[in-house]
């Protein structure tokens, strides 16, 4: 299905494409293939082996993914931190600079101030295309953008960094894991890579750790050459859960945007609640950037508690929705980024962040609108003064 992709929709792509069909028995799924050891020469005269990305349920995501965020080529890892990491240690060498978006994903903002940086690599930490052009310098090699970002669902103008990067020769990246390709195709956009934490939506049933990068043949090569070496691969069963998981993708989606859309507006209206950050609301600083570059605003969204000190009873009270950490899967979890995400930042880093102790986020799942509507109301009762 690959060769003529574009003309699919993504509900189509996310059933069919890259699927390894069975010719011995007609089966409907990707067989699954667990040998570590395959014959050489064999019919494809390529040297298969699970730690050289390229063994058949690999492929089978890897086209999927290619075809879904319309790039060329993609490779599977075995965590949304592996994908970031090789991304990284592939591009970046010391002497070199790379400018990365301020609200990133906490492990990823670990990997870059506690790694990379100890390797020689100069960082700037920017917020809008703004400030990205005004950071690059001669030895920029990467623009490393998240949009929505993490907790506050900020939007950065991505045509814009895009165009930035084709005309200084730097390469752009983006963590697509919040928008997944149903909402966002950032490529089409301009961008070079776009990465997902795979262990979030595209799994969706928070039962996989993997990531992806897709990109173009030429960067795809490349990363393989350095994957093969950091040997951060994801193997057979996994992949098949994963390319089950990913069938439906478009159809989880649209509950998971319409589900944050109604809780975000309740929450708005809800006297215990002081702000809440959804790009999908017309008060969000972003959501004209939003509007412009996404289909969908996502299963994501954030508010602030007017009262911190509630925000123990208000976790404990939820009954349908599960304080946990993760996120993008079919149930509805809740954290509190004061305390997970964002722990290891001092309390002036935080506020500077805009992470108070009452910013509550959660990851809408699929479940009915009426229910989760019900269960913020109960929960938040308390807070408001309310009787249940
Ligand atoms: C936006 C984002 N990117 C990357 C990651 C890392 O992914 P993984 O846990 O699969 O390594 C996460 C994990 O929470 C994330 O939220």
Do not use: W
């Not at 506690?114 to 920029?140: D, H, M, Q, W």
């Not at 509190?336 to 102790?357: M, Y």
């Not at 269960?375 to 003064?385: I, N, R």
């Amino acid at each position: 299905m690959n060769a003529d992709s574009l003309h699919f929709g993504a509900s189509t792509l996310s059933v069919h494409a890259g699927t390894h069909r069975d010719e011995s028995t007609g089966g409907a799924n990707s067989p699954i293939y667990t040998s570590t050891a395959y014959a050489f020469p064999n019919p494809t005269n390529e040297n298969i082996y699970p730690r050289y990305f390229n063994t058949p349920n690999q492929r089978v995501i890897a086209r999927k993914l290619a075809a879904l965020e319309q790039g060329e080529d993609a490779l599977v890892f075995g965590s949304g931190m592996a994908a970031i990491s090789t991304l990284l240690f592939a591009y970046l060498k010391p002497g070199g600079h790379a400018a990365f978006q301020a609200d990133l994903y906490g492990g990823t903002q670990q990997l870059v101030t506690k790694e990379l940086a100890s390797f020689g690599v100069e960082i700037s930490f920017c917020r809008t295309a703004e400030e990205f052009a005004a950071a690059l310098r001669p030895n920029t090699r990467l623009i490393y953008v998240e949009s929505p970002s993490n907790p506050l669902l900020r939007c950065v103008d991505l045509s814009a960094v895009a165009k930035l990067g084709r005309e200084r020769g730097v390469l752009t990246v983006i963590d697509n894991t919040f928008a997944t390709p149903i909402n966002q195709n950032p490529i089409p956009l301009g961008f070079d890579a776009v990465i997902h934490s795979a262990t979030k939506y595209l799994n969706g049933h928070s039962d996989v750790n993997a990531g992806v990068v897709v990109s173009s043949t030429g960067v795809i090569r490349r990363l393989t050459e350095c994957a093969t070496n950091y040997g951060g691969m994801l193997d057979a069963h996994a992949c098949y859960q994963l390319e089950r998981g990913l069938k439906t993708l478009a159809l989880r989606m649209r509950q998971h945007n319409e589900n944050a859309d109604h809780l975000a507006r309740f929450l708005q209206k809800h006297p215990a609640v002081a702000r809440v950050n959804y790009p999908g609301l017309p008060d969000h600083p972003d959501h004209a950037i939003a509007a412009r570059q996404m289909r969908g605003f996502g299963g994501m969204l954030s508010f602030e508690l007017r009262d911190p000190a509630q925000v123990d009873q208000f976790l404990s009270r939820l009954r349908v929705v599960m304080p946990a950490l993760s996120l993008g899967g079919v149930e509805s979890l809740v954290c509190v980024p004061s305390r997970t995400s964002h722990r290891l930042l001092t309390p002036v880093e935080r506020q500077r962040a805009g992470i108070s102790d009452g910013l509550v986020r959660i990851s809408v799942g699929i479940e009915d609108t009426k229910d989760l509507i019900k269960d913020f109301q109960q929960a938040l009762a308390a807070e408001s003064g309310t009787a249940l």
